[in-house]
């Protein structure tokens, strides 16, 4: 089989598709034929050596994928076999034409919801999802999601406004401010433009609850409009830094910061399969902005991190 492997950090040519042995499924384990894989932020981070976490070289990159199960090894069940399913894998191998995980760790995909939608919502669906539940949103609360344009910022977009919220899309650039209009953010902000947080406060005053997933000096700024009694949700680091923010401050402005996204693995499927249940229902939509075969994975990577994509970023492996 074909798999994408990382051997050095540096830039995106560092990536290389190449003949890899098969992987076969053991006990309580099913082999996926892989269709998509999922492409993360966090995965350009690793590839260039500064990553959140240390990391273990050669490695496959790849976190989560979609495909069908074609065969299960002993002790798991028989009738997953030809099943469409996603599965986080732990951190790698994402990146490959078959992967083996745990069965028990498969989430199946609804009929109606096509695959590649369900790889983008597997990570990003269940991030949006339970920020949204830990915000405790209100109709009414004045949102502001950072990079609205994003993968995870999409989605939150989308419920915040069913919680019946009003909504503030901040992203950067023109072509991506256009498209968090399109999702139905009242208001669309260029965070390239410093005079940001003044177009935010002419449209609604403060803020309620801040999504950030960017860090940095855009989540300060966005701090900064937190009215008292406010919630910063912080998940993301883009920025390469998380905002330098104490709780001492956030106490002293009456603001609440909640960091982080985390859960056990079942707490996690369930999140992803609530995110695939409002997807089969028709009220969450992912944007796949860019797809690439797996062959180009350094190409994905290269307009990740150049900020050129909107969206989800997925790796069509068999096409």
Partial sequence: MRAVWLTKFGGPEVLAARDTPEPVAGPGQALIDVEFANITFIETQIRSGRGP????????????????????????????????????????????????????ALVGVPEGVDLSDAVALLADGRTATSRVRAAGLRAGDRVLVEAAAGGVGTLLVQLARAAGATVIGAAGGPRKVELVRDLGADVAVDYRDPGWPDRVREAVGGVDVVFDGVGGAIASAAFGL?????????????????????????AERGVTILRGAGGTPEELRA??????????????????????????????????????????TLLEVRG
């Fill in 271 to 312: 999140l992803t399969r609530s995110a695939l249940a409002e997807a089969a229902a028709g009220r969450l939509r992912p944007v796949i902005g860019q797809r690439y075969p797996l062959e180009r994975a350094a190409d994905a990577h290269e307009a990740i991190q150049s900020r050129a994509t909107v969206g989800k």
């Fill in 226 to 250: 937190l009215d008292k009694g406010g919630r910063m949700l912080s998940y993301g680091l883009a920025s390469g830094e998380w905002a330098a923010i104490s709780d001492e401050t956030a």
């Fill in 53 to 104: 976490f240390e990391v273990e070289l050669p490695m496959i990159l790849g976190n989560g994928v979609g495909g069908v199960v074609a065969s299960v090894g002993a002790q798991a069940d028989t009738g997953l076999v030809g099943r469409r399913v996603i599965a986080g894998l732990g951190g790698s191998g994402g990146y490959a034409e078959r992967v083996v995980v745990g069965a028990d």
